[in-house]
């Protein structure tokens, strides 16, 4: 039986424990639903016989009141309106029955007669909105009627109307009318018990649905169940309605059935969990074998070395890229302590205190240079990143290495610095190429002038007559020429010359003075007129003089073809130097045609130009040679028109 079918069928045993539990919840809740019906059925009826009470209870006190106006009416009639027994009867009436408010007595036209409690003036109409059609319906009946509900004010609250005519024996027309009116609200509060109202709200209600009072001794809560009963008498749309509040369950049972219940749910979830977890189980091993195999196949895969070692110092890994680039097997370096078998033995002592910072925590987080040992003896040169090693538990456990060998890196380095400097070298020659005709004509200034020094003296010394003292300015002169010619030659020799850069303080006013010396003869060729403007402050910069004057003589001679098509008035290269705390800034303006935008996306870019026999690599030699001087080249337009190019160097710290 493979590994597969006894996970199925481990998994299968456990299914069953699930649904028997299951099982025994969906009867658990079978069980408790019944109980609730029954429950809401025994609530149900004891409603009904409730309100059945209830009613009988309100139209027994209403009958009562009527009994008791109805004999007030009989005693009327026989004794007459003037009886001091109407206040009498009146009063006993009204403190056996609180719910009556006020009585009434009105004769045949309808004119209030007596009032209980006393009303002094008596009201010419009072106590009822209808009462006049109640006085018209009592008469021919010669029985009692109910008004309809109305609210009196100043919180009298909603009030009931009713009448009983006032009929002499053997006359069929009534003499007046007996009125009282009675409170809905004290009604229900003298007529529904404290305890009933506890387990029930008790409304009257008109036909609309308003409620007219209430009586209820507990906190509003939802209603439960709900009985609506008509009140008649007194009619008029009048119901009684009684809410069962929500009644408390059986604690005990339900904390009992909320415990078996949790109690399923808690073993069905667990053995869900115990389900889940053999899955993830079985899955976290597939993944693990199969992430096993990928990180095997991305470290053999892997060109950077990488170590890692224990808070001792003790290799506790190392990938196949380290092993080849050592030479080593993995078995001979896991577990090695320093020195390590890769130190070069005349480096022991410094890797030894590089070893050392690392294991403190105090190690560069940009890595460093170190020279190791192959085994065959092979020195070679890394970059070595080191990094805390984190466990599972958050805790460092180590130093994790990555190691990558630049020896090859460090040569195209060299390779790439060398051919930079050959290109500048060549970018020299071709501008002394271009400018070897004004060269010539500027050294045939001082050569003519040699020439005609040296003849005059030999005509003078074949006459033989000339004085030795008048000889004396001549050659003078003779020599300054000559050294002017001198001076011409060697700036052109230290300039196409192939030499190391030579980075040292100078002057950058003669640096830049020297430069446009060059292409002074050209610029007056075109008619251009150069002015430099050095700064007063005479700054001196850490460069390279002889570069500093090809970015110099690069510039001055864009400027120069610029302006090929500008009006000779207007033919003017600016040179300004400027200084300020730390940065000193040179700025060649010219008066061109300017720099168009598509252009100048792609002015410093390698082999990008403008000119028909152009190489393009002017300007960005330039822009490398100002940057490896930690500066910036950039290009503006020119306020004045054409355009300016700008470039700074960092002024030399501790200028004296």
């Excluded at 009684?242 to 749910?265: C, M, S, V």
């Excluded at 002057?507 to 446009?516: D, T």
């Excluded at 705390?581 to 996306?601: L, Y």
Aim: charged fraction near 20%.
């Amino acid at each position: 039986m493979g590994a597969g079918s006894r996970w199925r069928n481990a998994l299968s045993i456990q299914a069953m424990p699930v649904l028997a539990i299951a099982l025994v919840v969906l009867l658990l809740g079978v069980l408790l639903w019944l109980l609730r019906q029954n429950e809401h059925e025994a609530r149900a009826q004891a409603l009904v016989q409730d309100v059945l009470w209830v009613e009988q209870g309100v139209h027994f006190h209403l009958a009562a009141a009527g009994d008791g106006l109805v004999r007030l009416a009989d005693r009327l009639a026989r004794d007459g309106f003037e009886s001091e027994g109407f206040h009498a009867e009146s009063q006993a009436l009204i403190a056996a029955t609180p719910e009556l408010r006020r009585i009434v007595l009105r004769d045949a036209e309808g004119r209030v007669r007596h009032t209980a409690p006393p009303i002094d003036p008596l009201p010419s109409a009072e106590v009822a909105p209808d009462w006049y059609e109640t006085f018209v319906l009592t008469r021919p009946l010669g029985q009692p009627a109910y008004g309809r509900p109305y609210w009196v004010p100043h919180g009298g609250g909603v009030v009931l109307a009713l009448s009983v005519p006032v009929l002499r024996p053997g006359q069929a027309r009534g003499i007046g009318l007996v009125t009282a009116t009675l409170s809905l609200n004290d009604l229900l509060a003298q007529r529904v018990p404290w305890w009933f109202a506890r387990k029930y709200r008790v409304e009257i209600i008109d036909d609309h649905g308003v409620v007219l009072a209430e009586r209820a001794e507990s906190a509003p809560d939802e209603p439960g169940l709900s009985r609506l009963v008509p009140l008649d008498p007194p009619g008029n749309g009048l119901s009684l309605r009684i809410n069962a509040y929500r009644g408390d369950l059986d604690l005990a049972r339900t904390l009992l059935a909320a415990a078996i219940f949790a109690l399923a749910l808690s073993a069905i979830l667990s053995l869900w969990a115990l389900r889940r977890h053999l899955r993830r189980r079985l899955a976290a091993e597939q993944a693990l074998r199969a992430e096993h195999a990928f990180r095997k196949a991305m470290e053999d895969s892997l060109t950077i070395g990488m170590r890692a070692r224990d808070l001792n110092g003790r290799v506790t890994y190392v990938n196949s890229a380290f092993c080849r680039m050592v030479g080593w097997e993995a078995g001979d370096l896991v577990g090695a302590t320093p020195p390590m078998p890769y130190w070069a033995p005349e480096e022991v002592e410094s890797y030894q205190a590089m070893f050392d910072t690392v294991q403190r925590g105090e190690g560069s987080g940009h890595g460093f240079e170190l020279i190791l040992c192959r085994r065959d003896g092979e020195r070679f040169k890394v970059l070595v990143y080191e990094a805390p090693l984190i466990d599972s538990e958050g805790q460092q456990a180590g130093w994790m290495a990555s190691i990558v060998d630049i020896t090859e890196r460090e040569r195209a380095a060299d390779l790439s610095r060398q051919q930079q400097e050959r290109l500048q070298r060549t970018a020299r020659l071709i501008t002394m190429g271009e400018m070897a005709s004004t060269l010539a004509h500027e050294l045939n200034q001082p050569l003519s002038a040699i020439a005609s020094y040296a003849a005059g003296c030999l005509n003078r010394l074949a006459s033989g007559t000339v004085p030795a003292e008048e000889l004396e300015g001549p050659l003078i002169r003779l020599g300054a020429q000559a050294q002017r010619a001198g001076q011409i030659i060697r700036r052109i020799h230290d300039f196409v010359r192939k030499n190391t850069p030579l980075v040292a303080p100078c002057a950058l006013n003669r640096v830049i003075e020297g430069a446009i010396g060059f292409v002074e003869a050209d610029a007056r060729k075109h008619g251009i007129r150069v002015i430099v403007r050095p700064d007063p402050a005479d700054p001196e910069v850490l460069a390279d003089r002889i570069l500093i004057e090809q970015v110099m003589l690069n510039l001055a001679r864009n400027a120069i073809e610029a302006m090929s098509n500008t009006p000779w008035f207007l033919r003017e290269i600016d040179v300004s130097i400027t200084s300020s705390p730390s940065v000193v800034t040179v700025r060649v303006a010219d008066h061109g045609g300017g720099i168009p935008p598509d252009v100048a996306k792609g002015l410093f870019t390698p082999f990008f130009s403008t000119k028909e026999e152009g190489m393009g690599m002017g300007l960005n030699i330039c822009r490398s040679i100002i940057e490896s001087h930690r500066g910036r080249l950039w290009h503006e337009p020119n306020p004045g028109g054409g355009s300016a190019f700008i470039f700074t160097l960092p002024e030399r710290d501790g200028k004296t």
